[in-house]
């Protein structure tokens, strides 16, 4: 959600990155990246309550399709209320139609 509360556009999401400014119906938005982390994630996967939505992050690292059972390790969780979640999914939704008018069908 915006700070005007008005919600998040997937186009102004998109825009946000280190020490931009963005404005939004009269209002300002820095987005401060001092305190994020960066992680690699091959696997994701989704748990859900009433009142939020988790998105699990891994990494499979057998590479054998030959195992009987593979250990994903979790690295990261991140919690959104439904609100947050839909309006990512709007923002995934819209980066993957561009990335594939960039470079061809996922599939």
Partial sequence: MAENGKPMTPELARTAGS???TTVGGTKIRWDDSKMRSSYANVC???????EIMLLFGTNQAWSKMNEEVAIELSDRIILNPFAAKRLLAL?????EEYEKAYGSLG
Avoid at 92 to 96: G, H, I, Q, R, S
């Fill in 45 to 51: 996967n989704v748990a859900t309550t009433r009142e």
């Fill in 19 to 21: 020490g931009t400014t």
């Fill in 92 to 96: 995934l939704a819209k980066t993957v």
